[in-house]
Nanobody
């Protein structure tokens, strides 16, 4: 059974840091591209960061560049999102997404989300 489980969210003051984790199971983790999205209630889900299978190519939304770092550990089947210098506008539910278009049917898995609240 394909499963993604996020953890690491919580309440943090502006300027603080959090590290989100996404533990994967049920598929070949090293084949999948990994993304972190976030969503504020009533708004569309926003792509925050992505990382390819090898971990070599990473992309970030302009709003988080220089503050967030996406990484992955294929041996541990876990993805991470290190978030530094957090701002109130980073408050959202953060979701992990794994995609493998080379499979038939293709993989497009989502976690349940973890709440991040940035507030003083």
């Amino acid at each position: 059974q394909v499963q993604l489980v996020e953890s690491g969210g919580g309440l943090v003051q502006p300027g603080g840091s959090l590290r989100l984790s996404c533990a994967a199971s049920g598929f070949t983790f090293s084949r999948a591209a990994l993304m972190w999205y976030r969503q504020v209630s009533g708004k569309e889900r926003e792509l925050v960061a992505s990382i390819l299978q090898s971990g070599g190519l990473r992309n970030y939304a302009d709003s988080v560049k220089g503050r967030f770092t996406i990484s992955r550990d294929n041996a541990k089947k876990t993805a991470y999102l290190q978030m530094n210098n957090l701002k109130p506008e980073d408050t959202a539910v953060y979701y992990c997404n794994a995609v493998d278009l080379g499979l038939v049917p293709s993989l497009n898995a989502w976690g349940q989300g973890t709440q991040v609240t940035v507030s003083s």
